[in-house]
C-alpha cells in the first residue's frame, strides 16, 4: 500500500515536472540572434560629435514574430521612468525587416535598451557648435561612413533614386555633377526641413562638399579650419580677408561658428537671430543690451537691425568691423548731427579731431561719452550726467 502511494507521487511529480518543461518551451524566447544592431553599434560607448541632438537606431530583423515583441527603451537613470521609444518606420525587404528609431540626445551619457535580449546602446553625445572643435579622424569618433558611403546591409533600401514623396525636381537636379540622391533618405530633414537651406542642401548636391578627395566611395566631413572650401563658391568673401579688421571666426577660417552648412531657420543659415541673439553667444558682455528693463536703456537700433547694422559680421576697414569711422557712422542716423565738428554737447566741446582721454592712443569720438550698445544712464552716456559725472571723467 505504501508502495503504490509512493509510486503515485513519484508519477505525479515527474508529470507535473514534464508539464513545466513543455510550457516553457511552448513561451516565447528572449532571443538577440533574431536581429542584429545596424548602426549605432552596441556593446560599446559610442562617441558622436554634432550639431544636432539626434541620431538613428537602425535594427535589421530577420523572425517577424521578433518584430512584433520588439521594444526600445531609454534609461533615465530614475527607477520607473524609462522612456519607451516608438519606431518611426519599419521597411520590409523580402523575409527582413529594417526597424528605425529616432534617439533625442541629451549631453553626456544615454543608453537605451532593445528587448528582446537586453542589448545595450550606449552613447556619449558631444554638442557641436564649429567644426574646428572635432576631429573625425580621431578612430572614437562616431563615423557612419567611415569606411562606406552606405554600407551593404543598407543598400536592398536605400539606393540612388529619390522616394517618390521627396517633392524634388529630380530630372533639373540630376543634372549637376554632385547630385548625390543617396544622401536623401536618411538626411531628409536636413534637406526639406528648414527655412534658409544652403544651396548645396537645397539642391542635394551634398558631394560638392563631402567630396573632397575624388573618392566616389567615401563620404568626408569637414572639419577644422574650412574656410578655403566655403571660398570656392562664396569668392567674394576672398577680398574680406585682406581687411585689416576681421571678426575672430572669419579670420581663422570657421565659418561654422555662426552658419549652419546644411540649414537653419535663420536667415543666412545662422543658427540663432542674426541681428543679435547669434552674436551675444561670444559676445555676453552685450546680453543686457537685449533686454529692455526700467534701469538699462538700450540702443534702439539693436532692438531693431540689430548688431550687424555697426558691424560687419566677416571684415572691414575700421576697428570692431565697423562699417564706417564711428562718428560717419553715428551721424548716419542722427542726421542733425552732420557736419558738426564741435559745439555738442556744449560750447565749443570738440566731436573729434583730439585724442581721447580716456582711451589712449583712439581719436575721441561719439563713443568717448555715449555707450553705442546700451547704458543705465540717459541718452546712453557713460556716467550720470547729474553732478558732472561724465564731463568729470575728462576734466578733473
Known sequence: M???IFFNQRFLFIFFLAAILLWSCL??????????????????????QARR??????????????LVRMRVREMTGKKGAEKNINPVGVWKEQETSYVHYRLELKPGLNTFVIEPGEQKVTIRYRPVRTLSSVDFEDPEAFLFHRKAVVPMSCTPCHNKSLPEDAGLDEKRMAKEGNFS???????????????WLHGPSANVDCMSCHDRDGKKTKVTIPFRRRAELCFDCHVNKIRLMKEKYLHGPFKFGDCTVCHDPHGNAYKFQLWADGRAELCVDCHSDKKKSLKKSLDFVSHGIIEGSGCVACHDPHASGHPFQLYKPINELCVSCHIKLQGIKRGHPVGNHPLSGVENPLRKGREFACSSCHNPHGSKYRYLLIGDPLGGRVCGKCHH
Open 2 to 4: 505504501l508502495n503504490c
Open 27 to 48: 513561451l516565447p524566447v528572449d532571443r538577440a540572434d533574431a536581429y542584429t544592431v545596424l548602426t549605432p553599434a552596441p556593446g560599446t560607448v559610442v562617441i558622436i
Open 53 to 66: 541632438s539626434v541620431t538613428r537606431l537602425i535594427v535589421q530583423v530577420t523572425d517577424q514574430d521578433e
Open 181 to 195: 540622391p543617396l544622401c536623401f533618405s536618411c538626411h531628409r530633414r536636413l534637406i526639406t526641413g528648414e527655412k
